[in-house]
């Protein structure tokens, strides 16, 4: 993507598309920069079955056979899911006619079927050849398959294969309750874990940036991202600051994690430890999802997105998942810091209104009654005040 510096270009580029297709693009360049697939990793991979696996043949192979087990994987999922969340549609007061397995599985299995659609076109064979140069100069071979046969397809061509798809699914179900994501949600998670585990070592390094991809525009509201985007003028404020902070949200969410892990090396959440894989993998995926609704209600100037969708969702999900508020707390807390260290002083501004009103939203006297810890790390208060200093002449619409 172009700096903002460079106007002539991008005046061309964005007299005629807006600024929906630069903020997407930037988005999908991130992973070949970001993507963490430490789960998978595995120094002596055999460069002769990786030809085999990212073949055409060995694609359709390996897609077909998931299509396969696609409709039982949908019902052992969708069992999981119900296990796990069919106390909260009565506690949070959920209309149950709006829960229907059948439509959940059969909206998921039409996003798989296109994703692996697209895993079946095949990768160059000059990448192929890097591939091994770089495994002979010793470089993890995992992590440069993953940047080398991805870099045509996945995920700048998936996002556009299912990004309106996806955007459309979280439309249908948020309009119905918000909440109803949080099923959708689980169901695409359990799925993606169940198929790939069903895969080899090297199948699901190849695959799993795929299912990366999905569910990101699935958490996040990235389509509903680019249209604000494109409401604004290329040098906006606004607009420059969100740009500066996407290219460095993995970044960000990786480093946060960490420090989180770090505070808490004992806390175990449903899923494990902190530091387990799975959970990092997740956890990644949770702040970088919070920085989405923050740029969203950043560019939209109101925090709709954050009352109707990231709020009741996380009061859903949270204490189900056994993740406490306070551990929401410091993220946000670690939060705030990065984006006053990765923006200008002006830059800032545009976003610490909207960043001080989901630090109210998320405080512990709206969790008292949910067991809101006070003996761990303390938080760093000075970044309240100074947030709660620049909203107080700005008007957030809320």
């Not at 599985?105 to 079927?113: G, L, M, P, R, V």
């Not at 940036?209 to 990235?222: A, E, I, S």
């Not at 610490?352 to 405080?363: C, I, K, R």
């Amino acid at each position: 993507m172009k700096k903002i510096g460079d106007k002539d270009e991008q005046d061309s580029s964005f007299a005629n598309q807006g600024n929906t297709e630069p903020l997407a693009l930037q988005w999908a360049k991130k992973y070949l920069q970001n993507l963490d697939n430490n789960l998978w990793e595995k120094d002596g991979a055999d460069t002769t079955s990786l030809k085999e696996v990212v073949s055409r043949e060995g694609r359709k192979k390996t897609a077909q056979r998931l299509m396969a087990l696609l409709p039982t994987v949908s019902h052992q999922s969708w069992h999981q899911v119900e296990t796990l969340l069919s106390k909260e549609i009565k506690r949070h007061q959920i209309d149950p006619t709006l829960i229907n397995p059948w439509e959940i599985t059969a909206d998921s299995f039409k996003i798989y079927e296109k994703i692996l659609d697209v895993y079946t076109q095949q990768a160059p064979l000059r990448q192929l050849s890097t591939v091994m140069r770089l495994a002979r100069q010793g470089e993890p071979l995992y992590q440069k398959a993953l940047e080398i046969y991805t870099e045509q397809v996945a995920p700048s061509q998936l996002a556009r294969v299912i990004g309106s798809h996806v955007g459309a699914l979280r439309n249908k179900y948020t309009q119905q309750d918000p909440r109803i994501l949080g099923f959708v949600g689980m169901q695409f998670h359990y799925t993606s874990k169940i198929l790939l585990q069903s895969l080899s070592e090297l199948e699901r390094l190849v695959l799993i940036v795929y299912f990366k991809v999905l569910d990101d525009h699935l958490y996040m509201p990235l389509q509903r991202l680019y249209e604000a985007a494109a409401n604004h003028d290329y040098n906006s404020n606004t607009l420059v600051a969100v740009q500066n902070l996407l290219p460095v949200s993995t970044e960000i969410a990786k480093k946060i994690s960490e420090k989180i892990i770090d505070y808490y090396p004992n806390y175990r959440c449903y899923s494990g430890i902190l530091s387990h894989p799975l959970v990092k993998t997740s956890s990644i995926r949770d702040v970088e999802m919070f920085q989405v609704y923050l740029w969203l209600a950043t560019l939209e100037g109101n925090i709709s997105a954050i009352k109707q969708e990231l709020f009741p969702l996380s009061v859903m999900l949270y204490p189900t998942l056994n993740v406490q508020w306070e551990i929401i707390r410091q993220m946000l807390n670690l939060l705030g810091q990065e984006i006053k260290e990765h923006l200008t002083p002006k830059q800032s501004d545009t976003i610490m209104p909207y960043y001080q009103a989901l630090w109210h939203m998320f405080s512990p006297e709206v969790f008292v009654e949910f067991d809101f810890c006070q003996d761990s790390h303390h938080f760093d208060d000075d970044l309240s005040h100074l947030c709660l200093l620049k909203s107080s002449n700005q008007n957030i619409h809320l």
